[in-house]
């Protein structure tokens, strides 16, 4: 009789987990046809080789050279693909392709940098990293899931940059049939005073330094959009004249839309009168019932035209995760992991759905969709919670962007991985930053 498996142990479990993501991102790069790994898709980001080398030269950084401390066999590379941009000047990168190493070199590097970094990871069977600094209290679970979360995150990035692409520039990529919608038309559900609680207990789980420390703020009634906001609905604000309108525009988002010359969302393609949706392997029809993806400050400016407003997080929360009976939920839809049931998320399409396609995952107030499809704007500035530290090993990632000019954003696409679509997580971006899957909802008092 053959013997049962041995359980899998939560570092073998990480380990898997890290394998991948990374079959996740190498899927990625396969896209793209070679030629355009020299492209910069979107002008305020790297070229695409950029990212090829990025996510191992993060890798090594973070545990191979920092926690295990290994020579550097290429520190040259170690420094040009360690940090990404977020241009808040207005200025733009300059280089040009003859500026990088070649597509082989970078795969060289990645090869070693993945030889050398299993060969530490294989050598724990639990969690004992050691980081150079001994009184920093991380085990090296923490720093593979820092790892794991990084290239997810980035998983993402490259697939709102290679939306940008040509098509091309890419290989066409199957995906799940589109939902049918449920046809529910647009309204407002009423959200009774209450409590939202945000963040996380520190030693309760995996969150990056932004999601601490858990608190709790009382949240008075309010009103939000059962759905997200609509290609249709936006439709409606930019043939009523609305991005001629100065009086819905904040002052700077204004002068922004005039000197780029902003008349549409990113994805809408003009044909004569209309538009089409470019969607990431072909061009089609407008679809009206699917999400619009916005900057902040084109959502903002629907949402005052509207006479309505932005949710701020703690409203947003608030809608998410409470419930009629005064509790509050892990998900919107209770407190079941993530299935594809429950929305559009964990890389299942390449592009949204309609906004009622996922009466599963609807909140205990009875609203759609507020997880997956599409991240969801907040009126929040991006600033620490109460008892936030930074991360020794990274003490950039959040800090480096409490500068009032990034504003919080929630939810998810369906290019999000599931272990972040966790209640604490927090994105962010600057307002008018175009080219993220950012839609949004709105609310009133």
Not at 176 to 182: D, H, L, R, S, T
Not at 421 to 439: E, I, K, M, V
């Amino acid at each position: 009789m053959r013997e049962a498996a041995a359980p899998e142990t939560i570092w073998q479990s990480r380990l898997r987990q890290f394998a991948a993501a990374r079959a996740t991102t190498d899927m990625l790069f396969r896209i793209i046809e070679p030629e355009a790994l020299f492209d910069r898709p979107i002008p305020e980001r790297h070229r695409l080789i950029f990212y090829l080398g990025h996510l191992e030269a993060f890798d090594w950084n973070l545990i191979a050279k920092g926690a295990f401390e290994r020579e550097s066999f290429h520190e040259g590379f170690d420094r040009l693909f360690a940090f990404g941009i977020d241009p808040v000047d207005g200025k733009l990168p300059s280089d040009q392709p003859n500026d990088w190493p070649s597509p082989g070199q970078v795969r060289a590097y990645c090869e070693r940098v993945r030889e050398i970094l299993d060969a530490c990871l294989n050598e724990y069977e639990q969690p004992g990293l050691q980081p150079k600094h001994q009184d920093e209290a991380i085990d090296g679970g923490t720093l593979v899931q820092v790892a794991i979360e990084h290239r997810l995150m980035h998983a993402e990035t490259l697939a709102y940059l290679l939306h940008q692409l040509p098509l091309h520039r890419k290989l066409p990529q199957p995906q799940a049939p589109v939902p049918k919608a449920g046809g529910a038309a647009p309204h407002m559900i009423e959200i009774p005073a209450g409590q939202a609680t945000l963040g996380q207990k520190k030693g309760c789980g995996f969150g990056w330094d932004n999601e601490f420390e858990e608190h709790t703020v009382d949240v008075p009634a309010f009103r939000i959009d059962a759905h997200k906001v609509t290609n249709r609905q936006f439709l409606e604000f930019l043939r009523a004249g609305g991005y001629d309108d100065r009086s819905v525009w904040k002052p700077e988002d204004w002068a922004w839309k005039q000197a780029a010359g902003i008349r549409h969302p990113v994805l809408w393609v003009p044909q004569g009168s209309d538009f089409r949706f470019r969607a990431m392997f072909e061009e089609i029809a407008l679809p009206l019932n699917w999400p619009v993806y916005v900057s902040h400050a084109e959502a903002a400016a629907y949402a005052q035209w509207a006479k309505k407003a932005l949710p701020t997080e703690e409203q947003w929360h608030r809608a998410a995760y409470g419930a009629r009976e005064g509790t509050e939920r892990v998900y919107p839809w209770g407190n079941d992991p993530p299935r594809a049931s429950h929305g559009n998320f964990d890389f299942h399409r390449w592009d949204p759905v309609p906004v009622d396609a996922h009466p599963a995952g609807r909140s205990g107030f009875g609203v759609d969709g507020m997880l997956g499809n599409g991240w969801e704007w907040t009126a929040t500035i991006f600033h620490p919670f109460p008892g936030f530290e930074r991360f020794p090993f990274y003490p950039g990632y959040s800090a480096d962007f409490f500068d009032g000019q990034h504003y919080v954003i929630k939810g998810g696409s369906a290019r999000t991985a599931a272990s972040m679509l966790r209640r604490s997580f927090r994105n962010w971006f600057q307002p008018q930053y175009q080219y993220a899957y950012g839609g949004f909802r709105c609310a009133a008092d």
